[in-house]
């Protein structure tokens, strides 16, 4: 059975950090990408960072780039994401997915065909 379970998710001031954990389980070998989205009330899902699985190579949104840190733990199938000088804006329930995907797709939605549940992340000025 495929599965995917965020965890780490809270409430923190801006400026904090905040570290989200996505233990992966029943992944087959065709997924090369796994990657953290973002979810606000009323907006789109939104594409914050991915990891090529194979080769570490990285992709981020430019919402993000320098605050957060994505790592895929290829002993333990944990994903992580380390998330430095917290935005209010950054507030939204974040996603853990895997996929097959390109670097050009990377941050798209459409491709990773496994999700989590998500974790909340709330952000206070």
């Known amino acids: 059975q495929v599965q995917l379970v965020e965890s780490g998710g809270g409430s923190v001031q801006a400026g904090g950090s905040l570290r989200l954990s996505c233990t992966t389980s029943?992944?087959?070998?065709?997924?090369?990408?796994m990657a953290w989205f973002r979810q606000a009330p009323g907006k789109e899902r939104e594409g914050v960072a991915a990891?090529?699985?194979?080769?570490?190579?990285?992709v981020y949104g430019m919402a993000v780039q320098s605050r957060f840190t994505i790592v895929h733990d290829n002993v333990k199938k944990i994903l992580y994401l380390q998330m430095n000088s917290l935005k209010p804006e950054d507030t939204a329930m974040y996603y853990c997915?895997?996929?097959?995907?390109?670097?050009?797709?990377?941050?798209?939605?459409?491709?990773?065909?496994?999700w989590g549940q998500g974790t909340q992340v709330t952000v206070s000025s």
């Open positions: 029943g992944l087959n070998s065709r997924v090369n990408a």
């Open positions: 997915a895997a996929g097959t995907l390109s670097p050009l797709t990377a941050l798209h939605v459409i491709g990773y065909d496994t």
């Open positions: 990891i090529f699985t194979r080769d570490g190579r990285t």
